[in-house]
C-alpha cells in the first residue's frame, strides 16, 4: 500500500490565487478530486489518500482560504464559489471528468457543485453532511466561527488550540456539557498539533467555508445534483447518521456504513467507483 512518503505537494495558480494540494497514484489511473473538512486543510485526509492511491490519480486541494490555498477575493463566498475554483482547478489539471469525494465542508461543497457543473463529475461520495434546520444554520452563523486576527499578545495561538480540543470532544464546541458531549469524541495530542497549525496558517479567512455551509439549504441543492452519489454513513461523528432526508433527496444515491477508518472508507469508495458509470 502507498504510504504517506509517496504523497506529493504542488500549488497550481488559477485565476483567484494559488491552489494547494496533495497528490498521489499513477498519471494514467482514474482521476479523484478530495475535498477536506473545515478549518483544517487536505492534510488530514493523507491516510485516505494512501488507501486510495493505488487505483486512482488522487488530487486533494485545500480549500481556498483554509491550509496554504489563498483565499477568495470575495467578502462573503458562497459554496458556488467554491465549486467554481474546483472545477477551475480541474481545467488545470487537464480532466474534463473526474469522480469527486467531499468530507463535511467538503461534502457541502460537492453538492454545490453537481448541482451546477454536473457533466464534470462522474460521480460524488458524500462523507458527513450537515444536515441543519435554519434556526440552527443561523445560531452556527453567528456562534461557529468566531472572526479572528492576530492579537499584540499572541492570544490567537491558545484559541486556535483551545478551538480544535473542543471540536474533537463536543457537538457543537460551544456548548461544552454532557447533553453535547461527542459520541465516540477522541483527544489525539498530535492531531490536535496538526489542525491547530491549519486554523493559524489561514487565522483571518479559516471562518469564510463554514460560514457558506450554514448559508447552504444541502436537501434542496442534493435535489438538483443529478450524478451518481455515494452516502457514507458511521458512528465515528457528529454528523455522520441521520442522512435519510439528503439520500431521498439526491436523484441517484446509494449508501454504505463503515467504521470510519480510512481502509474501510477507501473499500466502500472504491466498490462504488467501480460500479458507478
Avoid at 473545515?38 to 493523507?46: C, D, G, N, W
Avoid at 467555508?209 to 448559508?215: G, I, L
Wanted: net charge negative.
Amino acid at each position: 500500500m502507498t504510504d504517506n512518503a509517496l504523497i506529493d505537494r504542488r500549488f497550481v495558480r488559477l485565476e483567484h490565487g494559488l491552489v494547494h494540494l496533495r497528490q498521489a497514484g499513477a498519471d494514467d489511473a482514474p482521476p479523484l478530486l478530495m475535498l477536506h473538512a473545515s478549518p483544517a486543510s487536505s492534510k488530514p485526509l493523507e491516510p485516505l489518500i494512501a488507501a486510495l492511491a493505488p487505483h486512482y490519480r488522487v488530487y486533494a486541494a485545500d480549500t481556498p482560504g483554509n491550509g496554504e490555498s489563498g483565499p477568495l477575493d470575495l467578502a462573503g463566498p458562497s459554496l458556488a464559489d467554491y465549486a467554481r475554483v474546483m472545477d477551475d482547478l480541474c481545467n488545470a489539471l487537464g480532466h474534463e471528468k473526474v469522480a469527486l469525494y467531499g468530507t463535511h465542508t467538503g461534502a457541502h461543497i460537492a453538492i454545490a457543485w453537481a448541482s451546477r457543473f454536473p457533466a464534470r463529475l462522474q460521480s460524488m461520495v458524500l462523507d458527513g453532511v450537515a444536515l441543519l434546520g435554519p434556526q440552527m444554520r443561523q445560531e452556527f452563523l453567528e456562534r461557529y466561527a468566531p472572526h479572528k486576527t492576530p492579537e499584540p499578545d499572541g492570544s490567537q495561538f491558545h484559541w486556535a488550540w483551545q478551538f480544535m480540543r473542543d471540536q474533537m470532544l463536543f457537538f457543537p464546541h460551544y456548548k461544552k456539557d454532557l447533553e453535547h458531549l461527542r459520541p465516540g469524541g477522541t483527544f489525539d495530542a498530535q492531531v490536535l498539533h496538526d489542525l491547530t497549525l491549519d486554523v493559524l496558517k489561514a487565522l483571518d479567512t479559516y471562518h469564510l467555508p463554514y460560514e457558506a455551509v450554514f448559508r447552504q439549504d444541502p436537501i434542496a441543492e442534493a435535489a438538483e445534483a443529478n450524478v451518481p452519489a455515494l452516502v457514507l454513513t458511521s458512528d465515528d461523528g457528529p454528523i455522520e447518521s441521520g442522512m435519510e432526508p439528503l439520500i431521498e433527496a439526491l436523484p441517484q444515491a446509494v449508501t454504505a456504513q463503515t467504521d470510519g477508518t480510512p481502509a474501510k472508507k477507501a473499500a466502500a469508495i472504491a466498490k462504488f467507483l467501480g460500479d458507478a458509470p
